[in-house]
């Protein structure tokens, strides 16, 4: 948003007068996973424009299936990366581990296995795949080799190995089956099993998941009020009822919108919750915040104009073009969308459209950003000038687009943008921007940002889970859930906390940072080192046990060349090649790009083999994004 | 003397094999108190660190800490008496916070049944209180290290030195690296160190940085002990001689006349140098 920008050229009562106040959004930009979660956000909404079922739960499901067991490994490659280090014998070893426990649970006999109990085969195999962990590491540490060469030769060994010995015990390179084993019904349960989507209706659902939005929604812009706008002690109890007033129009708005029916009506409601959210956040700036004392007067200087012109120039090109290229013939049949699909009419216009709506709009915010150094006065009008040009849009789109979700879902979410930039430029305007920082202030936006989007995402899944008949018609294949999702997101939450929050953590990024240094300070590092190579062995235990109950029977390559996968999801999600930075939470985003694309190109009716060029592009967009990013921020401090 | 120095050294002397690289050294570190070592490249500097930072065992001599008599077998030892090092290199990871790194290997932490984690609030206002202590205000103490400046790098180091207990602080060549306004920085932090009541021993090869905060100063060269002086037993100018070794000076001006005698602007050099010589020397002796 336009208002944040320009904060680094603001003298302020700081002991350095080298260093600027850092803004949230700067603040926010630093975090290395932030590049990758707005890749996922843009890959996710193009192939939810471009193919049906992708959107829908059932595409949703299928996606989050591979990027859950690409995920779990991603998420304990990007410790060791930050550790410094690399595994080669990661993926291989997920299959490992999967043929491993077969032939530990399998029966004796002609063909057999060694015939133990699940409840002895399950931990021996972890036992032995920690082991192998743990020869990785202490190689590495005591030989003081690269853990590039000594992990390719633990792979050579397990791929091998692999090999070697399901044609020596079973004549045949596919190691079955798990479902021998004693104990296997409650195993399964663990490592397999599945939640089939409620399909019944559920009637209030609407009401449920658009309240979900619309509070995590105010609870984001309110904890970024909080993070970005002065506040003033004691507070002014006098914008409580201005408060009171939005919030009650905008939730009269939100039940009379469900409930009418009808365009014209539809608009008036709509009308009055918007009205609504600006009332409230208005009051809640008012209550809180400290008024603006130099608003400045408007001053638009030549090159503001002239980008402002600019961009307007690029919006109305892109919808005069999209109008007129509208007479051409249009293509019904929807499995003609495929590669090709770019190179039709239709397509050519939807470029157009799309391109030259967006670079307006990109220009259209550098103006206003520009116009925010001058006084705030010329700042909050071209952001309203920008939020009038969303709202256009909106309303093109609403009456030209044909696939109903871009008629519904888009035309809402362009109406929301303009509402939140209209709302955050009056209060910009308004109310005096921090130039310094204010720790309880800075606690309290971040908790309600964060409870805002989770609240969000549980709207969003709500959605997902609750999907009409109707709506039904549209799947693609089958709308189950795996538990392997549950494993990935617990893998994520606990390696998060561990990197954010432990003395392990914070070791593991001296260890790859500093390793002289760490050492000299009394960090354990070849400890270190060697517990985060067992958690990738671990965390391929954890994949061979979902795969070994998932399949049943395991190709004997199973996993192998997954490694390299791996590290690009850790790097893509932001991780340092060279160690000592990163986030476990930005691997995950990485893997869940990796899936989306993989699972998307097929959806789009495209060869699946596109996927490489694919992935090989948004490897380097990510690593240049995210370099740029990183040095943007730093210089910006 | 009511109270025992905090670290006492009696003619200590380093061998290794044939090779003499310390004899003789004798000075004394007082709580609240800098004791300067000086020397060129080559002095005995390093070996003189190692001895106290207890990397090296002393051939001969007596180690005293606070009275008593030592020998450390290792660095462990010397850290358990409160004698903390701060190499060049500083130890710090730049990637990493500042709180992270300020508590680095020694994290508080809370814990709920098997649950143990780094108690982030305090290692946060800790490290900030102690950074205030040494005249730096760090805002963000999530600021990562690599983005201060060299002189912040280096008080984050002594910082924690003295957080964790550190009753004698050795800086080793702390302003080497550093520019002229950063050099300034780190001997305000050094006299910081020394108002807190830690005994400092700065080592360096700058006599200029020297003067204006040592209480004591030991003078190196080629392994021999120059002397130990308290401040007022010295000045500045004999300081600068006896470091260089004022003969050794006189012969380089020699040595610098004849090399330059076929250069006309190196010769311009060589009378610069010849005179600057002789105008410290005079001023030594004035002194006298």
């Known amino acids: 948003m336009a208002t944040d920008v320009a904060t680094a050229d603001v003298p302020a009562s700081v002991p350095d007068e080298r260093l600027a106040y850092r803004g949230p959004i ?3 930009l630093v975090q290395p996973e932030i590049g990758a979660l707005v ?49 080669l014998s990661a993926g291989a070893m997920t299959g490992a581990t999967a043929i491993l426990v077969i032939m530990l649970v399998k029966d004796t006999g002609e063909l057999g296995g060694a015939g133990l109990s699940l409840w002895i085969g399950i931990p021996l195999s972890l036992v032995l795949a920690l082991g192998i962990g743990w020869f990785n590491g202490t190689l590495v540490e005591r030989t003081g080799l690269p853990s590039f060469i000594v992990t390719l030769g633990a792979f050579f060994v397990i791929k091998g190995a692999k090999l070697g010995f399901a044609k020596l015990f079973f004549e045949t390179i596919q190691v079955g089956r798990i479902d021998e084993g004693a104990g296997y019904d409650f195993w399964r349960k663990i490592f397999s099993a599945v939640w089939t ?51 009650a129009a905008g939730l009269v708005g939100l039940f009379a919108l469900h409930a009418t029916d009808g365009i014209a009506a539809n608009f008036i409601w709509a009308a009055v919750m918007g009205a609504g959210v600006a009332i409230g956040a208005y009051g809640i700036a008012l209550w809180r915040f400290e008024p603006n004392q130099d608003r400045g007067r408007l001053q638009l200087s030549s090159e503001v104009l002239r980008l402002a012109g600019i961009g307007t120039g690029l919006l109305a090109l892109g919808v005069v073009l999209g109008l007129i290229l509208d007479s051409a013939p249009k293509i019904e049949d929807r499995e003609i969308v495929n590669i090709f699909f770019l190179l039709t009419e239709q397509g050519l216009r939807a470029i157009l459209f799309v391109g030259l709506a967006i670079a307006g709009l990109v220009v259209l915010l550098i103006a206003a950003s520009r116009a925010k150094k001058s006084s705030d006065t010329s700042g909050a009008a071209l952001s309203l000038y920008t939020a009038l040009g ?84 549209t799947l ?39 390793k002289s240094a760490s050492r000299q300070v009394g960090v354990p590092a070849a400890r270190t080192k060697t517990q985060l190579f067992m958690i990738v062995s671990g965390a391929a235990w954890l994949v061979g046990m979902l795969l070994a109950f998932r399949l049943n029977t395991i190709q004997a390559s199973t996993g192998d060349g997954k490694e390299f996968e791996y590290i690009i999801a850790a790097v893509v999600g932001g991780t340092l090649l060279t160690g000592g930075y990163g986030t476990a939470a930005g691997a995950a985003i990485g893997a869940l790009i990796m899936a989306m694309s993989q699972q998307g190109i097929p959806f789009a009716g495209w060869n699946s083999d596109w996927r490489f060029v694919f992935l090989g592009s948004i490897l380097l967009l990510a690593v240049l994004a995210n370099n740029y990013i990183r040095k943007t921020a730093e210089a910006a401090s | ?34 004791t300067c070592v000086l020397g060129d490249n080559g002095a005995g500097k390093s070996t003189f660190i190692k001895i106290i930072a207890g990397a090296h065992q002393q051939s001969e001599g007596t180690l005293k800490v606070e009275g008593e008599e030592v020998m450390f077998e290792s660095p462990r030892d010397a850290l358990a008496l409160g004698i903390a090092t701060v190499y060049q290199d500083l130890a710090v990871v730049p990637l990493m916070s500042v709180w992270r790194n300020f508590f680095l290997g020694s994290e508080p932490t809370k814990r709920i049944g098997p649950f143990k984690w780094i108690d982030k609030e305090k290692a946060s206002r800790v490290a900030k209180e102690e950074m205030a202590k040494m005249g730096i205000d760090i805002r963000d103490t999530e600021q990562a290290v690599g983005t201060l400046s060299g002189g912040e790098r280096q008080s984050v180091a002594i910082a924690r030195a003295a957080y964790f207990g550190a009753k004698v602080l050795i800086l080793d060549e702390p302003t080497s690296a550093l520019g002229v306004k950063q050099s300034g920085v780190v001997l305000k932090y050094i006299l910081e160190a020394r108002n807190r009541g830690l005994g400092v021993i700065f080592i360096t090869h700058n006599p200029n940085h020297a003067w204006p905060v040592g209480d004591r100063f030991l003078i190196l060269n080629r392994g021999k002990s120059m002397g130990n002086f308290a401040k007022d037993e010295i000045t500045r100018d004999e300081l600068i001689m006896m470091m260089a070794g004022g003969a050794e000076l006189e012969e380089l001006t020699k040595e610098l006349e004849t090399v330059a005698a076929g250069d006309e602007a190196l010769a311009h050099l060589a009378e610069e140098f010849a005179e600057e010589v002789e105008v410290l020397e005079d001023r030594t002796h004035d002194d006298e």
């Open chain 1, 26 to 28: 700067q603040r926010l």
């Open chain 1, 39 to 87: 890749g996922a956000i843009a890959i996710w909404v193009f192939f939810w424009a471009v193919t049906v079922p992708f959107g829908t739960a059932g595409g949703t499901a299928n996606w989050l299936d591979v990027a859950a067991t690409l995920g779990i490994m991603a998420v304990a490659v990007a410790m060791l990366m930050i550790g410094g280090e690399f595994d």
């Open chain 1, 197 to 247: 989507r409620n399909d019944h209706i559920f009637n209030s659902r609407d009401i449920f998941y658009v309240g979900l939005l619309i509070i995590g929604g105010v609870a984001i812009l309110v904890g970024l009020l909080e993070l970005t706008y002065k506040r003033r002690t004691p507070f002014n109890l006098g914008g409580l009822p201005i408060t009171g007033i939005g919030v």
């Open chain 1, 390 to 473: 969303v709202t256009v849009l909106a309303f093109i789109i609403r009456s030209e687009a044909e696939a109903p979700k871009f008629r519904t879902e888009l035309f809402s979410a362009l109406l929301l943008i303009a509402l939140v930039m209209a709302t955050w430029a009056v209060v910009g305007l308004y109310f005096a921007q921090r130039r310094g920082p204010d720790p309880a202030a800075d606690r309290l936006g971040r908790s309600l940002a964060i409870g805002g989007v989770l609240l969000a995402t549980l709207g969003v899944v709500v959605r997902l889970l609750f999907t009409k008949d109707s709506e039904l018609a």
């Open chain 1, 476 to 514: 693609v294949g089958q709308t189950q859930f795996r538990i392997s999702i549950l494993w990935f997101i617990i893998a994520a939450a606990v390696a998060t906390w561990i990197l954010a929050r432990t003395r392990f953590g914070s070791w593991t990024f001296a260890v790859g940072g500093s």
């Open chain 2, 1 to 34: 003397m009511s109270e025992p120095a905090l670290l006492e050294l009696e003619e200590i002397s380093k061998h290794y094999g044939n090779i003499i690289a310390l004899t003789g050294v004798t000075t004394l570190v007082n709580a609240g108190e800098v």
